[in-house]
Structures are given as C-alpha cells and as structure tokens.
C-alpha cells in the first residue's frame, strides 16, 4: 500500500513538473511566434494568450493520447473477464498470477480480485 501510494505521489509529481514545462514551452513559442510585435500592445498579449492556450490544448490531447497510455498494454476490462471466470479460490489466484505486474497494481482489478477473494472464503466458510 505504501508502495502504491509513493508510486502514485512520484506520477502526480511528474505530471505537475511536465505540466508546468508545457505552460513555459507554450508560452515561450507564442512569443516566439508573435516577435516583431508590439509586446505592450493589448492585442498582442491577447494573441500571446490565444496562442499559447491553443499548444495547451494541443498539448492536452496528445498527452491523453499517447503518452498516458504508455506502458499500459493491457485493458481493465478483459483483466476482470480473466479474474471473474475463475470457478475456484485456486483458478482466482492462478490467474491473478498470470497477470501482469502493471495489471496487478492497478486499482480497479485489485478492487475486483478482492472482492472475489472476499466472496471465495465466504464461500468456502459456508461449505465447512
């Protein structure tokens, strides 16, 4: 648990450290891009802004797409699939360890394998 929650502190921490060279990125090419204008005009600052909110938004969409989703090569869904077809408490564990480490880190499948664990012993306890 202390594990998952440093790992999750250390991701939030890149994300805000990213984020934040983005916004000096973005910024810095709107000015790049707006050089030869007036800099204290009013509508140049605006133009600044608008540009440099639309690399933000560029920005947005492709961290969203490809960089979030690297290093997850599997899908939340089939992972339950796999753990909730297991007919027994040694298929749940048998499977769980087929899993990979990513998969078995991730919250919402621990969530789930839990759950049928849970529902496993109870099970069990109840045909003693």
Do not use: P
């Amino acid at each position: 648990m202390k594990e998952e929650i440093n790992d999750r502190l250390l991701r939030d921490a890149q994300y805000r450290k990213a984020a934040s060279i983005s916004f000096f990125s973005a910024t810095n090419a709107a000015i790049e891009l707006c050089k030869g204008l007036d800099i204290d005009d009013e509508k140049t600052k605006k133009k600044i802004v608008e540009i440099r909110d639309w690399f933000l938004r560029e920005h947005q969409d492709y961290y969203a797409k490809v960089i979030a989703n690297i290093g997850q090569f599997y899908k939340v869904g089939d992972s339950i699939v796999k753990l909730k077809n297991a007919k027994t408490f040694d298929e749940l564990r048998s499977v769980w360890l087929l899993l990979s480490e990513d998969e078995r880190r991730d919250g919402e499948i621990i969530k789930v394998a839990q759950e049928l664990k849970k529902n496993f012993n109870l099970y069990e306890k109840s045909q003693n």
